[in-house]
């Protein structure tokens, strides 16, 4: 479906055009008419799937098409500074031949940031893209926010901002709000948690659900079993080469640490390489972003503050130098590549003591991922431990520490 049959506004269709996007994607195809209905809407969506478009063209429609000025009408709440800032870049292409403005709402900057959000809020800025966290200091330390005239609340990666720790804060945001209100919930997954979530702010909500917790159809994935001493020169390996087709490689490991040691084991080798955690400034993150964005950097090592809501464009190689804990943060890790109809390919090392995250992977997108040779020259591979073996040490373990099961009949 076109987007010129969604019934968008010509300036809209007109800065569509302009971004390049010709045709809607299932999620835009059936969220747009849900919110033009006025609706609210719970909508599970992976991350690459168009839903930032989903939820802000037809609130940019409906904004559009009213005449009073000078009041913030749409709030949208993310759980971090990156997916802010990218959300408002966005929506500023998107409203490109609008009289709407957006303002990116975030914590880390300095006094002339503070002061800067305090004049968006004061003036009644038509879109606040926020962060829960430096909102909520906003409004619990005395600046001008009138959000009386708020008519749509939309809240992207639920999920994540549940399992940060954010709902309170969110709450206490809502309480603000008019309670006659359009309301948008997005999440990646769509546990009972947010079920519940969902009944607590959303009002007979429509109800969409596209590709959940499925990796990218363009994803090549593979898995290599390794010693934990054999990870880093097998990831020399797969960057080595004047013919190495991975021009933009991103890598995820478990620890802020692990991301300064691979880092200066690449950098040995003379790889373009940046690392980015949360040990960096606000600013430092987005610099090195940037640097990455621009392709001149041209491997970039991460925990996971990168693995959902960052737009990086032609990532061709995802390494997962570490198997993530939760298995959808894999399905996110995998999301970097393959976007946007292109193909990627996703790397995964997985030592012994990793192989029941593995199989909790495996089961959630319902396959096997293949399993690649180790380099002979690395040495021999592991053999991964059976299924059942991690759960007789657990038992062990357990009785060294004085637990034992009960006997048949005992109390």
Known sequence: M?????????????????????????????????????????????????????????????????????????LVIVPTRELAQQIDQQIQGFSYFLDVHSFALYGGGDGDDWEQQKKAL????DIIVATPGKLISHLTTGSYTD?????????????????????????????????????????????????????EILKKPAEITFALSKPAEGVEQGVYIAYSSQKIPLLRQLLAGKDNPYQTVLIFTST??????????????????????????????????????????????????????????????????????????????????????????ALTFVTPEEAY???????LIERQIPRLPLPEE????????PKNQKRKGHQRNKRRRGFRPKKRGEK
């Open 2 to 74: 076109t987007f010129h049959e969604l019934g968008l506004h010509e300036q809209i269709l007109e800065a569509i055009s302009y971004m390049g996007f010709k045709e809607a994607t299932p999620v835009q195809e059936k969220a747009i008419p849900i919110i033009l209905q006025k609706r609210d809407l719970i909508a599970c969506a992976q991350t690459g799937t168009g839903k930032t478009a989903a939820f802000m063209l037809p609130v940019l429609q409906a904004l559009a098409e009213q005449t009073y000025q000078n009041k913030t009408r749409a």
């Open 122 to 125: 004061s003036g009644g800025t």
């Open 147 to 199: 959000f009386s005239q708020v008519q749509y609340l939309v809240l992207d990666e639920a999920d994540r901002m549940l399992d940060i720790g954010f709902h309170d804060d969110i709450m206490k945001i809502i309480s603000y709000l008019p309670k006659n209100r359009q309301s948008l919930m997005f999440s990646a997954t769509m546990p009972p948690k947010i079920r519940k979530f969902a009944k």
């Open 256 to 345: 802020k640490r692990m991301v300064g040691e691979i880092v200066r084991a690449l950098k040995g080798q003379g790889y373009r390489v940046e690392g980015i955690s949360s040990k960096l400034e606000q600013s430092e993150r987005e610099d090195v972003l940037n640097r990455f964005r621009a392709r001149q950097t041209r491997v970039l090592v991460a925990t996971d503050v990168l693995s959902r809501g960052i737009d990086i464009k032609d990532i061709h190689l995802v390494v997962n130098f570490d198997v993530p804990h939760d298995a959808e943060d894999y399905v996110h890790r995998v999301g970097r590549t393959a976007r946007a109809e292109t193909t990627g390919k």
């Open 357 to 363: 995250k593995l199989r909790r992977i495996e089961r």
């Open 378 to 385: 690395l040495g021999k591979a592991p053999q991964l431990k």
